[in-house]
T-cell receptor
Framework: DQQVKQNSPSLSVQEGRISILNCDYTNSMFDYFLWYKKYPAEGPTFLISISSIKDKNEDGRFTVFLNKSAKHLSLHIVPSQPGDSAVYFCAASDKAAGNKLTFGGGTRVLVKP | EPEVTQTPSHQVTQMGQEVILRCVPISNHLYFYWYRQILGQKVEFLVSFYNNEISEKSEIFDDQFSVERPDGSNFTLKIRSTKLEDSAMYFC??????????FGSGTQLSVL
C-alpha cells in the first residue's frame, strides 16, 4: 500500500536547526492529514494535523504545510531539540470513508546536541 | 492526561493458539481501533468500532480476528488461531470523533 509515502527513512540535524520532514500521497480523496511521533516501545503520539481546506497549521515549534496540487505535505520543527529524536509518521484519512488512517513508512530523526 | 492502556505489553504464544489483546480506551471516546505494525513495515489499519459494531475493517481482518467491547470500558482483539505472520506490535487507539486518534503503547505479540 503506497498511498502515503515518506521517501526519507532518516534525517540527522543539529540541535537548534530546522528539521523538515516530507510526505507524499496519491489518494486525492484524502482530506485530513496528521503527523505522529513515536519513541521505541511506545505507541504513536499525535503531534499536529491539517485539514485539506488549509495549507498551513502551526502549533508551537511544529508547522505542517499542505500542497494539495502536489499531493505533498511537510512538517517543520524549529528549533530542533534532542528530545525530538524519534520516528515521525505521516498519516492521512478520507473522512467521508470513515476514520481509517493510512500511514507512511516513517522517518527516523536524530537531533545531535 | 488521559491515555489508552493496553495489556499485556508482551505476549508469546504457540502457533494455533488463541490470544486476546486488551485495551482500555479513553473514557469519553466513541471510536475504537486496532492497528498493527509488523517489524520493519508500516503501521496498518485492522478494524474500527463504533456504537458497538465494526464500522470498517481491512482485508487483514479475516475470520480469525474478532473485536468486542464486553463491559463498556474494555475493548479486546481476539485472534482465534494464531499464525507465525500474526507476530507484530498491536496498537489500540481511540478517538472522540473523526479527528486525531490516541494510541496505546502496544502489545508485542510473538507467535512461535
Amino acid at each position: 500500500d503506497q498511498q502515503v509515502k515518506q521517501n526519507s527513512p532518516s534525517l540527522s540535524v543539529q540541535e537548534g536547526r530546522i528539521s523538515i520532514l516530507n510526505c507524499d500521497y496519491t489518494n486525492s480523496m484524502f482530506d485530513y492529514f496528521l503527523w505522529y511521533k513515536k519513541y521505541p516501545a511506545e505507541g504513536p503520539t499525535f503531534l499536529i494535523s491539517i485539514s485539506s481546506i488549509k495549507d498551513k497549521n502551526e502549533d508551537g515549534r511544529f508547522t505542517v504545510f499542505l500542497n494539495k496540487s502536489a499531493k505533498h505535505l511537510s512538517l517543520h520543527i524549529v528549533p530542533s531539540q534532542p528530545g525530538d529524536s524519534a520516528v515521525y509518521f505521516c498519516a492521512a484519512s478520507d473522512k467521508a470513508a470513515g476514520n481509517k488512517l493510512t500511514f507512511g513508512g516513517g522517518t527516523r530523526v536524530l537531533v545531535k546536541p | 492526561e488521559p491515555e489508552v492502556t493496553q495489556t499485556p505489553s508482551h505476549q508469546v504464544t504457540q502457533m494455533g493458539q488463541e490470544v486476546i489483546l486488551r485495551c482500555v480506551p479513553i473514557s469519553n471516546h466513541l471510536y475504537f481501533y486496532w492497528y498493527r505494525q509488523i517489524l520493519g513495515q508500516k503501521v496498518e489499519f485492522l478494524v474500527s468500532f463504533y456504537n458497538n459494531e465494526i464500522s470498517e475493517k481491512s482485508e487483514i481482518f479475516d475470520d480469525q480476528f474478532s473485536v468486542e467491547r464486553p463491559d463498556g470500558s474494555n475493548f479486546t482483539l481476539k485472534i482465534r488461531s494464531t499464525k507465525l505472520e500474526d507476530s507484530a506490535m498491536y496498537f489500540c487507539a481511540s478517538s472522540e470523533g473523526y479527528e486525531k486518534l490516541f494510541f496505546g503503547s502496544g502489545t508485542q505479540l510473538s507467535v512461535l
